[in-house]
Structures are given as structure tokens and as C-alpha cells.
T-cell receptor, first 118, second 110 residues
Framework: GAVVSQHPSWVICKSGTSVKIECRSL??????MFWYRQFPKQSLMLMAT?????????EQGVEKDKFLINHASLTLSTLTVTSAHPEDSSFYIC??????????????FGPGTRLTVL | QKEVEQDPGPLSVPEGAIVSLNCTYS??????FMWYRQYSRKGPELLMY????GNKEDGRFTAQVDKSSKYISLFIRDSQPSDSATYLC??????????FGPGTRLSVLP
């Protein structure tokens, strides 16, 4: 099956530092990846759509200068949280669109990265 | 009104019970309906996918979509403690991104 990995699985950082999270599709090529944020006991909120070789599309209310997304290859997208603050502490989940999923837009999710900003 | 509504629970049932999970939505353009299961501190995994209206069965799981009522359901038969998780509904229109419900936390008690 389609596997998506994320690294790191958990990161703790000091306020003001930057953190990079990697999302990889391990056994398929993904032209489109998505980044979600999930607060405790809440649903997934789409932050941005990452397209290989082009700029990411950010959802309304998401600061593009704070959440930098780079989709440099067909198997890797990175999310960098710049100048992180405690309110950025959350569970960040990526997903990758599989080219031959059960529907044209099936997404496979990574295991998530828990970010804690002190 | 939120685009997708789902009772957050928590829902507690005894082992072996039939579980019914539901979502309502307001966007009539939605055509693709999914149910995901998410264990604590893990990414969601796809359980069921349905296109347009109708029923779909896979083992102990049955998904129903009623587009006229803008209502979807997931039934779990013979529930097991391993089914304890948060269940998220998700839906989208053609060419649109997913919209997730807030999730229902389910506990199946042995």
C-alpha cells in the first residue's frame, strides 16, 4: 500500500526558533501533498496544498511567511515553522495524493509530527 | 453553520454493540465521502470511501450516503475494543480539497 512518512515524529523547541518537518511518500510519487494542523480534540484543518515544482497554495488565515513549504521532489515536501511561538504547538499532519487511489483524489496520511514550543 | 458537522462524543459502547456514527453537511457540491479512523497521536487511515449516494460494505463496516438529506453514516458491527479511536468524516467536491468533520471519539469497552 501507499506509505507516507513524517520526520520527526515529535519535536520540542524554544520560542523564536525554526523547525523543519519532512513528509515523504515512500513507494509512490506524489505531485500534490497537503499539510494539516490538528489541535487537541479538534479536526484536521488544511493549511496549504503543496505542488511539486511550484509555489504552495495557502488557506485563508495561514501565514505563508511563517509556514514555509517546499515541495522539491515528487516524494518530499517540507514544512518549516519559522520563529515558532507557543501558540504554534500542535499536531502537524501531511498527506499525499496517490495517482491511482480509489478515487481521483485519495490522500494517504503520514503519522503526524507533534510540535511543542516552549 | 459549519460546513461539516459531527457529534464529537465521546461515545462509549460495550464490546459487540453496533455503533452508528454520523455527519451532516451543507455543501450540495460534495460528491466524495470518506471515513477515516485516527488513533491517538497517529495520522488518519482511510476506512471507507463512497462516491455519491448509496451504501458500501467492507467487513464489519458499512457506509451510507444520503445526498438528499446531506447525511452520511458509518456503522460498525460487532464492535471491538480495538475499534476505540476517533472517527473523522471527510468530503469533497470534484477538484476541491477535503473538508473534515471534527471527529467522534469512540470507546468500546471490553
Amino acid at each position: 500500500g501507499a506509505v507516507v512518512s513524517q520526520h520527526p515524529s515529535w519535536v520540542i523547541c524554544k520560542s523564536g526558533t525554526s523547525v523543519k518537518i519532512e513528509c515523504r511518500s515512500l513507494d509512490f510519487q506524489a505531485t500534490t501533498m497537503f499539510w494539516y494542523r490538528q489541535f487537541p480534540k479538534q479536526s484536521l484543518m488544511l493549511m496549504a496544498t503543496s505542488n511539486e515544482g511550484s509555489k504552495a497554495t495557502y488557506e485563508q488565515g495561514v501565514e505563508k511567511d511563517k509556514f514555509l513549504i517546499n515541495h522539491a521532489s515528487l516524494t518530499l515536501s517540507t514544512l518549516t515553522v519559522t520563529s515558532a511561538h507557543p501558540e504554534d504547538s500542535s499536531f502537524y499532519i501531511c498527506s499525499a495524493k496517490h495517482p491511482s487511489g480509489v478515487s481521483y483524489n485519495e490522500q494517504f496520511f503520514g503519522p503526524g509530527t507533534r510540535l511543542t514550543v516552549l | 453553520q459549519k460546513e461539516v458537522e459531527q457529534d464529537p462524543g465521546p461515545l462509549s459502547v460495550p464490546e459487540g454493540a453496533i455503533v452508528s456514527l454520523n455527519c451532516t453537511y451543507s455543501n450540495s457540491a460534495f460528491q466524495y465521502f470518506m471515513w477515516y479512523r485516527q488513533y491517538s497521536r497517529k495520522g488518519p487511515e482511510l476506512l471507507m470511501y463512497t462516491y455519491s449516494s448509496g451504501n458500501k460494505e467492507d467487513g464489519r463496516f458499512t457506509a451510507q450516503v444520503d445526498k438528499s438529506s446531506k447525511y452520511i453514516s458509518l456503522f460498525i458491527r460487532d464492535s471491538q475494543p480495538s475499534d476505540s479511536a476517533t472517527y473523522l468524516c471527510a468530503m469533497s467536491g470534484y477538484g476541491q480539497n477535503f473538508v473534515f468533520g471534527p471527529g467522534t471519539r469512540l470507546s468500546v469497552l471490553p
